[in-house]
């Protein structure tokens, strides 16, 4: 059976201009470090700047795998529910039809390109942003399409789907950041208590 296994990743911290800083670079590489033990066919990222670092250094472990931009995996808002709830109100202020149709059309994008089983057995990172790991984990639970917005992950934090030939996607983990130690944990979070 066919299997297409997915790391999906949200990239390493970043400062205010979208470039890893310090502690991007270096959660970046401890994360390519458990990435290499991996049979990784292909490392895909988002085309932004902090996504497309990250997957060079992820990379640096992974010589096998060929590298490459999906445009997919951008930053975006994959979803504007109709009734936004009153923690979200703020962020979707000013948000106009059209901004949230063309967000739902890259989110349709994203999940018919990586959300389904491969032709082959294959294993791919991608490189991403804390929505669009949302969004596909919100996709291989089946979830309704807001329930996105109750999803978040931290930097370099790893989770693992597997799209199965004929029956229904698995999520194998979710947000594990065990690779980091607790200094580099909880990066790209608000503030809170974390476990």
Avoid at 52 to 65: C, G, Q, S, V
Avoid at 77 to 100: I, S
Avoid at 106 to 129: I, M, Q, S
């Amino acid at each position: 059976m066919a299997t297409r296994h997915l790391y999906v990743v949200r990239h390493g911290a970043a400062d205010p201009f979208g470039e890893l800083t310090d502690v991007g670079e270096r959660q970046a590489h401890l994360l390519g470090r458990r990435l290499a033990q991996l049979p990784v066919d292909a490392v895909w990222h988002s085309p932004l700047p902090r996504a497309a670092r990250t997957a060079r250094i992820l990379a640096e472990y992974l010589p096998d795998a060929a590298v490459g931009e999906a445009p997919e995996l951008v930053d975006h808002v994959p979803h504007v529910p109709t009734d936004v709830p009153p923690a979200w109100a703020g962020f979707f202020d000013g948000y106009d039809p059209e901004e949230a149709a063309a967000g739902a059309r890259v989110a349709e994008a994203l999940t018919a390109r990586f959300a389904r089983p491969a032709d082959t057995e294959v294993h791919e990172v991608l490189v991403t942003h804390a929505y669009q790991v949302a969004w596909l984990v919100r996709d291989a639970l089946g979830a309704p399409p807001a329930r996105w917005l109750a999803m978040s992950c931290g930097n370099t934090a790893l989770t693992v789907i597997q799209h199965w030939s004929g029956t229904l996607p698995s999520l194998l983990l979710y947000n594990d950041m065990s690779h980091l130690p607790a200094e580099l944990r909880w990066t790209g979070f608000g503030p809170g208590t974390r476990p």
